[in-house]
């Protein structure tokens, strides 16, 4: 069973480019391969690069593990009606 990751979900992410150590994140918005997180624990050898982000990152879908799961995803009837 293969879980995707959804707005507000918890995430655990890898090292990237920005943050050299890994951390954990809450999900505030889901792009196509990637999602834009907010930066909740992380190692305090990474204090001044979370610092310099503003607590924020867009990490790569394949580079997170989620601990919690966020908001369902809307059904795609509702998707029709509402558009």
Do not use: H
């Amino acid at each position: 069973m293969t879980t995707t990751v959804t707005k507000g979900a918890v995430v655990r992410c890898q090292a990237n480019g920005n943050m050299e150590y890994p951390f954990i994140g809450t999900v505030v918005k889901r792009y196509e391969n990637s999602a834009w997180v907010t930066i909740d624990e992380f190692d305090p050898r990474d204090q001044m690069n979370a610092r310099d982000l503003l607590f924020q990152s867009v990490i790569a879908l394949k580079k997170m593990t989620i601990l919690k799961a966020g908001e369902p995803e809307p059904e795609p009837a509702a998707e029709e009606a509402a558009g």
